[in-house]
């Protein structure tokens, strides 16, 4: 798991914040997936997202009932770069290739 990153003090690219209203990505599924989700390093950047321990890690953290709430938004994706500026963040509609 990387580093938990609060997403009222993560910095966002003009790209992400277009990109999450676009898509109708609110930042609190971004707090989300950045303070609970897992990370891999692909293509030079992190990419954040909800595998079955993220999940789980989130499930016991938040309780039952926030966690039933915070459940539509466990297939969202964020790419961070290396200096904490979220590059893009999207729904996850097709499983992450790992590399």
Known sequence: MGT???ADMTP???H???R???RALPTAALDLVLSYGA???VHGADSYFFDK???RRAREQL???AARCAERYMNTYAVVADDG????AAWRTRRLRRP
């Open 12 to 14: 966002f690219s003009r």
């Open 53 to 55: 321990a993220a999940r």
């Open 63 to 65: 309780g039952d009932t």
């Open 20 to 22: 999450m209203a676009q």
């Open 4 to 6: 938990s990153i609060p």
């Open 39 to 41: 990370s891999i390093r």
């Open 16 to 18: 992400a914040l277009g």
């Open 85 to 88: 500026t979220v590059i893009t």
